[in-house]
């Protein structure tokens, strides 16, 4: 059984005459059901584990059908559980990064907190180009508007942004560099931690399509 409250799972040991043991032998609280369990935590005489719980009783709070689980004790790539994203953060590996992301985010605000830095909360939705690489995603409202591409209003030849959302062309930041350069120049010492987003043309591992980024 695992709670999320460590990656770790607690052995349960139940015997066939506990309140509750029915939900087992049917089956219902099988792998990825939700359970309440009453009982002892003892010494195990098991290898694996420390401690296991005695259990007392067995509340069933939500079947599951193992045979339909996606997610299963072999282990799985990264590709097959972005497809099932609402389950990944059950899996060792996303519950891992989970934690250590956490960590990590914990002890870079406490470090510029403790040094008297400002932590600057820079927009994410932004008119400019912080870097210069044009390698940004755009956003705009005007497909939502026009289901026919090609009736967009243009002026010039090209899409008249003016009727846009925003009145002119707005993208996914790259960088909170421009907004915290503003606030440095006025409260001194500042930072920005939040996401950022790359349009590159690549796949690779080395280049994200969004990431937070600390500056």
Same mark, same amino acid.
């Given at each position: 059984?695992?709670? @999320?409250?460590? /990656? ?18 049917? +089956? ?8 309440? /369990? ?30 339909? &689980? ?23 590996? /996303? ?10 985010? &914990? ?8 040094? +008297? ?16 690489? @044009?390698?940004?995603? =755009? ?16 002026? @010039?030849? &090209? ?16 960088? =909170?560099? !421009? ?8 409260? @001194?010492?500042?930072?920005?931690? +939040? ?18 980024? !600390?500056?």
């Amino acid at each position: 059984m695992n709670d @999320g409250s460590c /990656i770790k799972d607690i052995q349960i040991v139940i015997d066939e005459n506990v309140e509750g043991f029915s939900h087992i032998k049917d +089956g219902e609280a099988s792998i990825a059901a939700s359970c309440c /369990i009453t009982g002892e935590v003892v010494e195990s005489p098991g290898k694996e584990q420390n401690v296991e719980i005695r259990a007392t009783s067995l509340e069933l709070l939500g079947a599951s059908n193992a045979s339909e &689980y996606p997610i299963s004790k072999k282990s799985h790539s990264l590709e097959f559980l972005r497809s099932v994203t609402h389950l990944r953060p059950r899996t060792r590996v /996303i519950s891992a990064v989970t934690r250590i992301r956490s960590q990590l985010s &914990y002890a870079s605000h406490k470090y510029f907190n403790d040094n +008297g830095y400002v932590n600057v909360h820079t927009p994410i939705i932004t008119l400019s180009d912080c870097e210069g690489s @044009g390698e940004q995603f =755009g956003i705009t409202t005007l497909l939502n508007e026009y289901e026919d591409p090609s009736t967009i209003p243009k002026k @010039g030849g &090209y899409i008249d942004y003016t009727k846009d959302f925003f009145k002119s062309k707005a993208y996914l930041t790259v960088s =909170g560099q !421009l907004n915290a350069e503003m606030y440095a120049c006025s409260l @001194g010492k500042v930072y920005t931690f +939040g996401p950022t987003f790359r349009a590159e043309q690549s796949k690779s591992t080395r280049h994200l399509a969004e990431f937070w980024m !600390l500056e």
